[in-house]
């Protein structure tokens, strides 16, 4: 049989006029044994298929050509959403900007406080890159190479603290938010060879001290979070106790990362830091370990509260209660079709 003479004229045979998918499939299949002389059930793999995906074809037309709309209406869409995205940022920007040069302050203190709520304003991942790459500079244009070091730190510190501490502990949060940081501090250090230590050690140790304060934050919030807030982090308490437990494992991981993916003088920087501060980790795994052991002594009780509710006289009862209807339900349900099959029954 040839295979393209056939798909041309199943196309051509196809009776789009009768009502349901399975009349309109018998018949072109009657039609192929009237007009090929072939048995539906004697029909080769390729002939199967021109059949199945002709009618395939002609049934999804309208669909197919309905989908492709909605899938150019929803690229337009996201090509707005992702102008308008820009335009919104852009427009935050010059509101703080504005902000900055109406305040026209050299006092620190109050630059740093509009910086704090511009951070927690601003698309994250996009500012951090840029505050990070502008503490850096200034502090390698302003300051004395003798105070570059603690500079540095404690603007990584800073901005470290406040990415991470009203969000989850999760890995993948803290991992994003650290690579962030790590990577457009890597930038300005390959700009700047000479000084690439000088500036990276900083990082990686402000870096440390602000996961290590955000961490503690959350340890002494646990104590006041509202109940609603406990059953949603409840919901994701094992990964965040997991996650507590090996923060240490997770900062080294960031770093080594970014280092392989750094030029080979970078990539050495990096790794020599990341080996000398294996001891410097430690206090951030301490605080960590007793942030997951606190969780772990809230919530035990919480959930030992809601064995005990489960037993009370109450709970008991609606327990009894559930399995009588359950019982009244499966009888139900018997009768039905019991009274089903005795009508079929009598029909024969």
């Known amino acids: 049989m040839n295979i393209e003479k056939l798909q041309r004229d199943l196309k051509v045979s196809y009776n789009r006029d009768l009502h349901t998918i399975s009349q309109r499939v018998e018949a072109i299949t009657k039609h192929i044994e009237d007009e090929w002389n072939v048995q539906r059930d004697r029909l080769t793999l390729n002939e199967m298929k021109v059949l199945s995906n002709t009618i395939l074809d002609i049934e999804t037309q309208s669909l197919h050509d309905e989908v492709e709309s909605l899938l150019a209406q929803k690229e337009q869409i996201e090509r707005n959403l992702e102008k308008k995205s820009q335009a919104l940022q852009e427009a935050k920007y010059k509101v703080f900007n504005a902000l900055e040069d109406q305040l026209n302050s050299q006092d620190e203190e109050v630059l740093a406080r509009l910086h704090q709520v511009k951070l927690q304003t601003i698309d994250l991942f996009e500012l951090l890159s840029e505050i990070v790459e502008s503490a850096i500079i200034t502090a390698l244009e302003k300051e004395q190479d003798s105070h570059i070091h603690g500079t540095i730190e404690e603007f990584i510190k800073d901005i470290t603290y406040e990415a991470i501490k009203e969000g989850s502990l999760n890995t993948i949060r803290i991992r994003k938010i650290l690579s962030t940081i790590l990577h457009a501090s890597i930038e300005i250090a390959e700009a700047t060879p000479v000084k690439a230590n000088e500036i990276l050690s900083p990082v990686l140790k402000g870096m440390r001290s602000g996961l290590i304060l955000a961490i503690s934050r959350f340890k002494q919030r646990l104590a006041f ?27 080294s991981q960031v770093v080594q990362t970014q280092a392989q993916e750094s030029s080979s003088s970078i990539k050495e920087v990096l790794l020599t ?3 000398e501060m294996k001891f410097d980790l430690d206090e951030l795994l301490r605080i960590s370990k007793e942030t997951a052991d606190v969780m772990k002594d809230r919530f035990s009780k919480i959930v030992k509260r809601a064995d005990e509710a489960l037993k009370s006289p109450k709970a ?33």
Do not use: M, V, W
């Open 225 to 251: 979070i509202p109940l609603e807030a406990k059953h949603i982090l409840i919901e994701d308490y094992d990964t965040i106790i997991e996650d507590l437990n090996q923060t240490d494992i997770l900062f």
């Open 316 to 348: 008991l009862e609606a327990k009894r209660i559930g399995k009588e209807a359950l019982g009244i339900a499966k009888t139900a349900i018997g009768t039905a079709l019991k009274s089903a099959k005795d009508a079929i029954e009598t029909k024969k």
């Open 273 to 275: 830091l990341n080996k």
